[in-house]
C-alpha cells in the first residue's frame, strides 16, 4: 500500500492535491482513500491530507503515522512542532520539499537517514499563499515518485475532479501538475509501497493508572473566558492587516463584527484595534470595510518595521 502524506498552510491546495492524486491512482487501478485534516482554522494555518491507495481493500482509518511519501509544499513548516511534519518518518520514506535550499542542506538540517528531495520554490513572490497551484505541483510530482501513474491518468484525474471550473484554472492546474511530474522523471518509482498492517502484531497500550482528583484540579475550566489567550495565533499570519486610520470611518461594527477570531476591538475613541498576537490572517476585515481603511502588508516587513522602530 501507498501512505503518502502532503503538508502546507491552509489555501495552498493540499486537500485538493490529495483529491487529485486519489483521482489518478483510482483511474490507474487502485483503491483509494483521500482527505484533509484540518480544524476550523483559516487561511495560513497549518493542514495535511493524506492519501492512501492500493490493489487490495483498504481496512485502515485515520491519519497516516508511518508514510511512504511526506511532500512539504511549505517549508517553513518542518521546524514547527503542531504541524507534524516529521512524524513517523522511517529510513525507507521520501520527503519532498518545495524550498529555495537544496537537498544536501536539508539533509544537514534535519539529520535523518531518510532520502529528501526537492521543488525549486518560486522566489519572486512575497505571500506563499499566492502560489495557489502549487497542490497541483505537489501532487504530479507525487504521481511520478509513486511510478504507477501515467502523464495520461493524472492529466484526466485533474479535468474530472475539477470540472465546473474556469477553463483556464483546469488547463493551469494541469500545466503545473505536468510540471511537478517532469521534475521528479530522474525519481520515478522511488516510492515504494510499504507492507499491509497486521492484526496479529498488534500489541495493546501498556495502562497508566492515574489518581482521582477533584473536578477544579483534574478538568479544564472550559466555561472559564480567556483561557487560550496565551496561545499565539498570530504566528500563523502570512499577511498583516493594517488599519489607516486616518481613512477609517468608525463604523467598527462591520470589521469586529466580522473577524472569525474575535481579534478586532473597539477603543475608548469608537475606533478599531487589531490583536496582533491573535489575529491569523484571514483578512476578512480588509474585505469588508467599506471604507477600504484596512490594507495588506508581508508580514516579514511589519516586523521589520517593528524592529527598527
Same mark, same amino acid.
Given at each position: 500500500?501507498?501512505?503518502?502524506?502532503? #503538508?502546507?498552510?491552509? @489555501?495552498?491546495?493540499?486537500?485538493?492535491?490529495s483529491?487529485?492524486?486519489?483521482?489518478?491512482?483510482?483511474? !490507474?487501478?487502485y483503491?483509494v482513500q483521500?482527505?484533509?485534516?484540518?480544524? =476550523?482554522?483559516?487561511?495560513?494555518?497549518?493542514?495535511?491530507?493524506?492519501?492512501?491507495?492500493?490493489?487490495?481493500?483498504?481496512?485502515?482509518?485515520g491519519?497516516?503515522?508511518?508514510?511512504?511519501?511526506?511532500?512539504?509544499?511549505?517549508?517553513?513548516?518542518?521546524? /514547527?512542532p $503542531? =504541524?507534524?511534519?516529521?512524524?513517523?518518518?522511517?529510513?525507507?520514506?521520501?520527503?519532498?520539499?518545495?524550498?529555495?535550499?537544496?537537498? %544536501?542542506?536539508?539533509? #544537514?538540517?534535519?539529520?535523518?537517514?531518510?532520502?529528501?528531495?526537492?521543488?525549486?520554490?518560486?522566489?519572486d /513572490?512575497?505571500?506563499?499563499? +499566492?502560489?495557489?497551484?502549487?497542490g497541483? *505541483?505537489?501532487?504530479?510530482?507525487?504521481?511520478?515518485?509513486?511510478?504507477?501513474?501515467?502523464?495520461?491518468?493524472? !492529466?484526466?484525474?485533474?479535468?474530472?475532479?475539477? *470540472?465546473?471550473?474556469?477553463?483556464?484554472?483546469?488547463?493551469?492546474?494541469?500545466?503545473?501538475?505536468?510540471? @511537478?511530474?517532469?521534475?521528479?522523471?530522474?525519481?520515478? @518509482?522511488?516510492?515504494? !509501497?510499504?507492507?499491509?498492517a497486521?492484526?496479529?502484531?498488534?500489541?495493546?497500550? $501498556?495502562?497508566?493508572?492515574?489518581?482521582? *482528583?477533584?473536578?477544579?484540579?483534574?478538568?479544564?475550566s472550559? #466555561?472559564?473566558?480567556?483561557?487560550?489567550?496565551?496561545?499565539?495565533?498570530?504566528?500563523?499570519?502570512?499577511?498583516?492587516?493594517?488599519?489607516?486610520?486616518?481613512?477609517?470611518?468608525?463604523?467598527?461594527?462591520?470589521?469586529?463584527g466580522? &473577524?472569525?477570531?474575535?481579534?478586532?476591538?473597539?477603543?475608548? +475613541? @469608537?475606533?478599531?484595534?487589531i490583536?496582533y498576537?491573535? &489575529?491569523?490572517g &484571514?483578512?476578512?476585515?480588509?474585505?469588508?470595510c467599506?471604507?477600504h =481603511?484596512?490594507?495588506?502588508?508581508p %508580514? #516579514?516587513?511589519?516586523? +521589520?518595521?517593528?524592529?527598527?522602530?
Amino acid at each position: 500500500m501507498y501512505r503518502i502524506r502532503f #503538508h502546507g498552510r491552509g @489555501g495552498q491546495g493540499m486537500k485538493t492535491a490529495s483529491r487529485l492524486l486519489g483521482a489518478a491512482f483510482f483511474l !490507474e487501478g487502485y483503491e483509494v482513500q483521500d482527505a484533509p485534516r484540518y480544524g =476550523a482554522e483559516r487561511r495560513g494555518a497549518p493542514i495535511f491530507a493524506y492519501v492512501r491507495a492500493a490493489k487490495e481493500p483498504i481496512n485502515e482509518r485515520g491519519i497516516i503515522l508511518h508514510p511512504d511519501l511526506v511532500i512539504v509544499a511549505d517549508d517553513s513548516l518542518i521546524p /514547527v512542532p $503542531a =504541524a507534524g511534519v516529521m512524524a513517523g518518518l522511517t529510513e525507507s520514506t521520501v520527503l519532498l520539499i518545495s524550498t529555495t535550499e537544496s537537498p %544536501e542542506e536539508w539533509q #544537514h538540517r534535519l539529520n535523518i537517514k531518510s532520502t529528501i528531495l526537492t521543488l525549486p520554490a518560486p522566489t519572486d /513572490v512575497e505571500d506563499r499563499l +499566492e502560489l495557489r497551484y502549487v497542490g497541483a *505541483e505537489c501532487a504530479g510530482a507525487a504521481a511520478c515518485l509513486a511510478g504507477v501513474i501515467s502523464k495520461e491518468r493524472l !492529466e484526466q484525474a485533474i479535468r474530472d475532479e475539477l *470540472e465546473g471550473k474556469l477553463p483556464k484554472v483546469i488547463e493551469r492546474n494541469i500545466a503545473m501538475a505536468l510540471e @511537478g511530474y517532469d521534475r521528479m522523471t530522474d525519481h520515478k @518509482g522511488v516510492v515504494a !509501497e510499504s507492507g499491509l498492517a497486521s492484526a496479529k502484531e498488534y500489541n495493546p497500550p $501498556a495502562w497508566i493508572e492515574m489518581p482521582y *482528583e477533584a473536578a477544579r484540579i483534574s478538568s479544564p475550566s472550559i #466555561h472559564t473566558g480567556l483561557t487560550s489567550v496565551m496561545v499565539r495565533t498570530g504566528l500563523w499570519r502570512t499577511m498583516r492587516p493594517v488599519i489607516e486610520y486616518d481613512n477609517c470611518k468608525k463604523c467598527w461594527w462591520v470589521c469586529s463584527g466580522s &473577524c472569525p477570531d474575535g481579534a478586532i476591538s473597539v477603543n475608548a +475613541e @469608537g475606533a478599531p484595534e487589531i490583536d496582533y498576537d491573535h &489575529c491569523k490572517g &484571514c483578512l476578512t476585515c480588509v474585505g469588508v470595510c467599506p471604507s477600504h =481603511a484596512i490594507v495588506t502588508i508581508p %508580514e #516579514h516587513e511589519a516586523v +521589520e518595521k517593528e524592529e527598527a522602530s
